[in-house]
């Protein structure tokens, strides 16, 4: 499939920039797959108004796939995404599926998500890892002749690989690819897929997003200026791909719609500024910064299980739960900052999503 086959609304939702969960995993106490509320968690982000939800993504739990369940869950969320009528209405909804594992396997994973009906692949290169250059660009390259792609710059604390400028314009020169999720948590490394975009003359064409969960808002406001030949070009991280927003998802799309009101409008919105702190003090303790990312994705689990989503925090890996002292974090953040967590939107809406 290539790009030009996305439905033209959905790619005009992806360009705009969306809100796209990461989806997580609901499980039950045997580590099974709860299929009520793995609904109910697609049903919460389209309420919430996501622009679409990314499956079987690092937040999904890469483990999905020896747990035979990267078809099963990739078909519970797309399932949803078509018959479910959100608060206000049906919209157009664009459905990432995440692509991992060499090539075979990435083929076989996006012909998967293709017939389900997914319109791009979220690709993951830690499987990768010790490849050159050009073995991840030839890889990257079958990978996008099955769809369209967006690439991941996933952090090295979590298996992701350092990726360089001239590798992104490589990537970036590749036709099938529709954007990419910039997620190093490295300043650094962030400016280098922006400057291979920009070398590549692709900017408007890739959209970009951030999964920098420890610095959501600033990625959102900053206008990005490069050169190419001389001349300035500035380009902006449009929406976000992140774990951080599979909880707390109504205010992150609120938060999405207050920096491209502060990105076209003069001046600088300090209030908005400030919310970049706030954001980061909250992640902190849900990506379980103090302990390098171990209870990132129980972090989340936490967070839904007390607004009644989730049962309980389970892994598919019994090695992967909340930190010491993870859980009381949470519990700071959560009363810091009432205006970032969506508690009551939740409640009001959670019998809907359960039924």
């Known amino acids: 499939m290539h790009r030009t086959a996305i439905p033209a609304d959905v790619l005009d939702v992806l360009r705009r920039g969306a809100v796209i969960p990461a989806h997580p995993l609901a499980l039950n106490a045997a580590r099974q797959l709860?299929?009520?509320?793995?609904?109910?968690?697609?049903?919460?982000?389209?309420?919430?108004?996501?622009?679409?939800?990314?499956v079987g993504v690092h937040t999904t739990q890469f483990a999905i796939r020896d747990a035979g369940l990267y078809q099963p869950v990739l078909e519970l969320a797309m399932n949803e995404a078509r018959d479910w009528v959100p608060l206000g209405g049906r919209r157009p909804l664009c459905m990432i599926a995440g692509l991992a594992g060499r090539t075979p396997q990435a083929q076989r994973e996006a012909q998967i998500a293709l017939g389900l009906g997914y319109h791009a692949g979220l690709l993951s290169l830690a499987a990768l890892k010790g490849a050159d250059e050009d073995a991840l660009i030839a890889h990257c390259e079958a990978v996008a002749a099955v769809m369209p792609l967006v690439g991941f710059y996933l952090q090295p604390a979590v298996g992701g690989l350092h990726l360089?400028?001239?590798?992104?314009?490589r990537f970036a020169a590749l036709?099938?690819?529709?954007?990419?999720?910039l997620a190093p948590f490295n300043r650094?490394?962030?400016?280098?897929?922006?400057?291979?975009?920009?070398?590549?003359g692709a900017e408007n064409r890739i959209t970009l997003y951030t999964g920098n969960d420890d610095h959501i808002v600033l990625d959102l406001v900053t206008p990005f200026v490069t050169r190419r030949n001389g001349v300035e070009i500035t380009v902006r991280i449009r929406g976000g791909l992140l774990g951080h927003w599979s909880v707390w998802t109504r205010r992150a799309v609120e938060l999405l719609a207050r920096a491209h009101a502060a990105s076209a409008a003069p001046g600088i919105d300090a209030a908005l500024l400030a919310l970049d702190s706030q954001v980061t003090d909250c992640n902190s303790a849900l990506f379980d910064v103090a302990h390098d990312?171990?209870?990132?994705?129980?972090?989340?689990?936490?967070?839904?299980?007390?607004?009644?989503?989730?049962?309980?925090?389970?892994?598919?890996?019994?090695?992967?739960?909340?930190?010491?002292?993870q859980a009381e974090e949470i519990t700071r953040v959560h009363d810091a900052w009432p205006a970032l967590h969506d508690d009551d939107f939740v409640r009001q809406h959670l019998q809907r999503w359960l039924a």
Do not use: M
Request: charged share 25%; proline share 4%; aromatic share 8%.
């Open 164 to 169: 360089p400028a001239r590798f992104w314009r």
């Open 293 to 325: 990312f171990h209870g990132c994705i129980a972090g989340c689990h936490e967070v839904l299980r007390r607004q009644g989503l989730l049962e309980g925090t389970w892994c598919l890996d019994p090695a992967e739960g909340l930190s010491p002292g």
């Open 188 to 200: 650094y490394r962030t400016l280098d897929v922006i400057r291979g975009v920009v070398e590549a």
């Open 34 to 54: 709860d299929r009520s509320r793995q609904r109910a968690l697609t049903r919460y982000y389209l309420d919430a108004g996501s622009g679409g939800v990314a």
């Open 175 to 181: 036709d099938n690819v529709i954007a990419i999720k």
